[in-house]
C-alpha cells in the first residue's frame, strides 16, 4: 500500500536560513509526488509536483524539491526562508490506479524573526 | 488558477441536526471529486471519492449512511453529515480533478475547507 511519511513534526528556523522538509514515500510503481501548503484555517496550495523527468522540481515562492528513488524521498527546500512561509507543509503521493492522494502527517513550519 | 469554491466555510449546528457542505468547481468540470476530513493538527484523511453520476466510494472505516455523497453535475459534489454529533466536529476539506476546463486534465485543485462544529 502506498504511504508517505514526514518525520518532523515541527521545524523552528530563523528568518533567512535554509530549509529541509523531509519526505519518505511507500509506492510499487513510479509516484507522482506533491508538496502542498495550508495555512491555519485554509485549504491547501499546491507548491510543486513530480511526475517523471528532471528529479529537480521547481516550485512557486521559491520551493524546489528533489526525487531520489534511491531513497524513496522528496524532500522539500528552500534557501532562504521568510516569516509568511510559516504554515503547515503536507508531502503527497497520488494513486496512478485511482488518482487518490494520501497524504503525509504534516510538517508544521514555524519562522523566528 | 482553477477555483474550487466550498460553502459555507464554517458552520455551526446543534447535534441531531444534518449539514450540507458543497463544493464547486468554478471554471473546470470536474467528473472525480474526493472529500477529506482533517482533525486540528493532523493530517487529511480520505473520506470518500465522488464521482458525477454515479455512487461514491468510501475509505474503509466511513460511514456511508453518516457521510452522504451525491455528484449530481460535473461541477457540484455534497457532503451532508446526517444526525451530526460533536465528534464530527471537524474541517472537511474537498478536491476537484478536472476533466474540462481550465487546468491541464486530471490535475487536483483543492477548496478551501468547510469548518463544521456540532454543540
Known amino acids: 500500500a502506498q504511504s508517505v511519511t514526514q518525520p518532523d513534526i515541527h521545524i523552528t528556523v530563523s528568518e533567512g536560513a535554509s530549509l529541509e522538509l523531509r519526505c519518505n514515500y511507500s509506492y510499487g510503481a513510479t509516484p507522482y509526488l506533491f508538496w502542498y501548503v495550508q495555512s491555519p484555517g485554509q485549504g491547501l496550495q499546491l507548491l510543486l509536483k513530480?511526475?517523471?523527468?528532471?528529479?529537480l522540481v521547481q516550485g512557486i515562492k521559491g520551493f524546489e524539491a528533489e526525487f531520489k528513488r534511491s531513497q524513496s524521498s522528496f524532500n522539500l527546500r528552500k534557501p532562504s526562508v521568510h516569516w509568511s512561509d510559516a504554515a503547515e507543509y503536507f508531502c503527497?503521493?497520488?494513486?496512478?490506479?485511482?488518482?487518490?492522494?494520501?497524504f503525509g502527517q504534516g510538517t508544521t513550519l514555524q519562522v523566528k524573526p | 488558477g482553477a477555483v474550487v469554491s466550498q460553502h459555507p466555510s464554517w458552520v455551526i449546528c446543534k447535534s441531531g441536526t444534518s449539514v450540507k457542505i458543497e463544493c464547486r468547481s468554478l471554471?473546470?468540470?470536474?467528473?472525480?471529486m474526493f472529500w477529506y476530513r482533517q482533525f486540528p493538527k493532523q493530517s487529511l484523511m480520505l473520506m470518500a471519492t465522488?464521482?458525477?453520476?454515479?455512487?461514491?466510494?468510501?475509505e474503509q472505516g466511513v460511514e456511508k449512511d453518516k457521510f452522504l455523497i451525491n455528484h449530481a453535475s460535473l461541477t457540484l459534489s455534497t457532503l451532508t453529515v446526517t444526525s451530526a454529533h460533536p465528534e464530527d466536529s471537524s474541517f472537511y476539506i474537498c478536491s476537484a480533478r478536472s476533466a474540462s476546463g481550465r487546468g491541464r486534465t486530471g490535475e487536483l485543485f483543492f477548496g478551501e475547507g468547510s469548518r463544521l462544529t456540532v454543540l
Open positions: 503527497a503521493v497520488r494513486s496512478s490506479n485511482t488518482g487518490k492522494l494520501i
Open positions: 471554471d473546470f468540470q470536474a467528473t472525480t
Open positions: 465522488s464521482n458525477e453520476g454515479s455512487k461514491a466510494t468510501y
Open positions: 513530480y511526475f517523471s523527468g528532471d528529479t
